[in-house]
Every structure is written in structure tokens, then in C-alpha cells.
């Protein structure tokens, strides 16, 4: 397989993240597939949203949990782009999706929107949590998921293959030699963020990485 180049949260470093904007910027960098986060208004939709409150990303306060589509709708989430939600994206862009869920309940809603519309070739489905990519196999056959993390040592690996994971997410600055190991005889795929610099780049060759999720599209042309 070809080393991936992933949009995180579309081009964040370029336009304003997690915005069809931003979406749209990453498919016409060439990137090869696009990052995005997922919560739950009140009303149950599937916001595109990093955070649990919107006060970083928006010129609103508050947890998105608390609002209703509608009240989230009237924020500007920067340049003037609204809120989108998970199938205004998948209407909007046609590259492959990684779609991260932040909870079960999340994980109950994307999966109803992935049988509806048959996703499980394009979407990609990564948490955090455990228990949240072990709800979306359950609920449908065949998924893809790959469980992420911050903060690791090379017990991560364990974890993915406990999880049904196919592939880990990691955060670079903690990646280490023994962690590819453990990964290449678990036969997971491993993926990095964020690598925004050359540095980086070469830094992921060297480990023998199977893609990068960046803020840059310089790094597609890496």
C-alpha cells in the first residue's frame, strides 16, 4: 500500500477546521483521505466538532451537547462556514473519510448513517476509546476501525488487537522503535500525527509508517 497522506480535520493549517471549507481544501490538495471528529447535538445529529464545547472553534460557549442542530447551526465556525454535519461532508467531498468517535452514543448514530448509506468501503471509523470502535463492529460487520492515542507505550498494540483494531493512530513525538515491532508481527497498519514539518516527514519514513495525518498539504508533495 502507498504511504497515506490524511486532511486532519480536512486542512486545518490552511482554513478553518472541521468546516466543509476545509474538507473541500484537503480533496483539492490531493490528500488521500480526510480526518474528522464527530459529537451528537442535543437533537442527536452528527456534528462535525473537535472539541465538546464550541468556545475554541466558534463564536459560541457552551458544550455542543447542549444545542439543538438549529442553535448550532447560527455559530460561525470561521470565514463565515456554519457547523456541518457528517452527511453534508459526505455529500460534499468524495475521498475516503476517517470518521473519530468520541463515545458509544456516537458510535450508535454513525453506525445507523453507515448502513443507510453503505460507507463501510469508505469510511474508516477511529476513537480514543475502546469501547466505542468495539460498539461500531458490533453494529456493523466489516468496519474499519483503528484506535488512536496520545499518550502510549508499546502495550498500544494489545489494546488495537483486543479492540478489533486494524490499524493504530499515533501520536509521533512518543513513537518508538519497540511499538513498530510489536505492531509489523500484529500485522497492524500504523498511522502518525500530526506531521507538519520535514523533519517529521523524514521522521515517519524512518519508522517505516504507513501514512501521516497533517495540518499542510506541502507534506502530500513530501
Do not use: C
Not at 458544550?63 to 438549529?70: E, F, G
Not at 460507507?119 to 476501525?145: M, W
Not at 494489545?158 to 490499524?167: D, H, Y
Amino acid at each position: 500500500m502507498d504511504f497515506l497522506t490524511i486532511g486532519h480535520r480536512g486542512l486545518m493549517g490552511v482554513e478553518p477546521e472541521n468546516t466543509l471549507r476545509s474538507f473541500v481544501a484537503a480533496e483539492k490538495a490531493g490528500l488521500d483521505l480526510i480526518e474528522l471528529d464527530l459529537h451528537l447535538s442535543k437533537d442527536g445529529a452528527l456534528v462535525v466538532m473537535h472539541d465538546a464545547t464550541v468556545d475554541r472553534t466558534t463564536d459560541g460557549t457552551g458544550p455542543v451537547a447542549d444545542r439543538t442542530l438549529a442553535e448550532l447551526r447560527t455559530l460561525d465556525a470561521g470565514s463565515g462556514e456554519r457547523i456541518p454535519v457528517f452527511e453534508e461532508v459526505l455529500d460534499a467531498v468524495t475521498a475516503p473519510l476517517q470518521a473519530e468517535i468520541k463515545d458509544v452514543a456516537a458510535a450508535q448514530r454513525l453506525a445507523e448513517v453507515m448502513r443507510e448509506r453503505a460507507l463501510v468501503e469508505r469510511v474508516e471509523v477511529i476513537s480514543f476509546h475502546a469501547e466505542a470502535i468495539e460498539e461500531i463492529a458490533r453494529l456493523v460487520p466489516g468496519v474499519r476501525t483503528a484506535l488512536v492515542a496520545g499518550r502510549y507505550d508499546a502495550e498500544i498494540v494489545e489494546r488495537a488487537v483486543r479492540a478489533g483494531a486494524r490499524t493504530m493512530s499515533l501520536n509521533i513525538r512518543r513513537l518508538t522503535l519497540e511499538t513498530m515491532e510489536r505492531a509489523r508481527r500484529a500485522e497492524l497498519r500504523v498511522l502518525a500525527w500530526t506531521v507538519n514539518t520535514p523533519e517529521q516527514l523524514r521522521l515517519a519514513y524512518a519508522f517505516g509508517l504507513d501514512g501521516v495525518v497533517t495540518d499542510r498539504p506541502e507534506i502530500r508533495r513530501g
